[in-house]
Structure formats: structure tokens, C-alpha cells
């Protein structure tokens, strides 16, 4: 779904390969040629004619499935990673609400850790 009045439809031509594609355009040198010819201060965009003029390098079509595959995969890690640090900081709010909320109704003694606090302070 796109949601704007203005945007470009591209489609790779014989001999690039659309995943490559995908990562072209959204490499910082690319989207740095599109920002550079973009007018207008409000809205600014880019006409048709400058954005086909923008040159890119593009490897052999052989080159363009390797450099697609290991982007494909090393983009799952990473995703597979964030999704795993997400839900580690959801548990420790979790884990941050519990704390606040069983120390101040005293579920948690605290007489332990002002004994702890105060040997932390005597071996400074």
C-alpha cells in the first residue's frame, strides 16, 4: 500500500535481479542521489527525469543472487536478533514493575539490602 500523491513505480529490467533491486534502492548511495535532486521545501521529491538519470553500478547478474543471499541472510540474523532483544526488554519492564510494586507494598524485605548497601560503602 502506498500511501502518497507522488511515488514511482520501477521495475527491474533483464539482467537485474529484483532482490538486488530492493537493496540498490535503499542503499545509502542511492538514496542519497534521490535526496540531492529532490526540490521543493515542504514536500520535496524528485521528478521522473533525474530519477532515471541516477547512475548505479550493477554487477554481473551472477553477482547480484550472491550479494542478495548473503544480504537475505544475514538481514534474518539480525532481524532474529532484534526480535529476541525486543522481548528481552519487554521482561525486564516486566521484571522492573514487579520489583516497584512488591517493594512498596513490602513484599520485598529491605532490611538485607540497607546491610548490603552499607558493607558496599565501608569497602569504597
Not at 67 to 86: E, G, S, W
Request: aromatic residues 6%.
Amino acid at each position: 500500500m502506498i500511501v502518497s500523491t507522488g511515488f514511482a513505480v520501477i521495475r527491474p529490467k533483464e539482467g537485474l535481479h529484483a532482490g538486488f533491486a530492493g537493496y540498490l534502492l535503499q542503499s545509502d548511495g542511492f538514496v542519497g542521489e534521490v535526496v540531492a535532486n529532490s526540490v521543493g521545501v515542504s514536500y520535496p521529491a524528485i521528478n521522473a527525469s533525474a530519477l532515471v538519470r541516477i547512475a548505479v553500478a550493477v554487477p554481473p547478474l551472477e553477482e547480484q543472487q550472491a550479494i542478495t543471499r548473503f544480504l537475505d541472510c544475514k538481514i534474518a540474523q539480525i532481524d532474529k536478533l532484534v526480535v529476541r532483544q525486543q522481548r528481552l526488554c519487554e521482561r525486564l519492564a516486566e521484571y522492573r514493575a514487579a520489583l516497584i510494586t512488591n517493594t512498596v507494598t513490602g513484599k520485598i524485605d529491605l532490611r538485607r539490602f540497607e546491610t548490603l548497601q552499607k558493607n558496599e560503602n565501608i569497602n569504597k
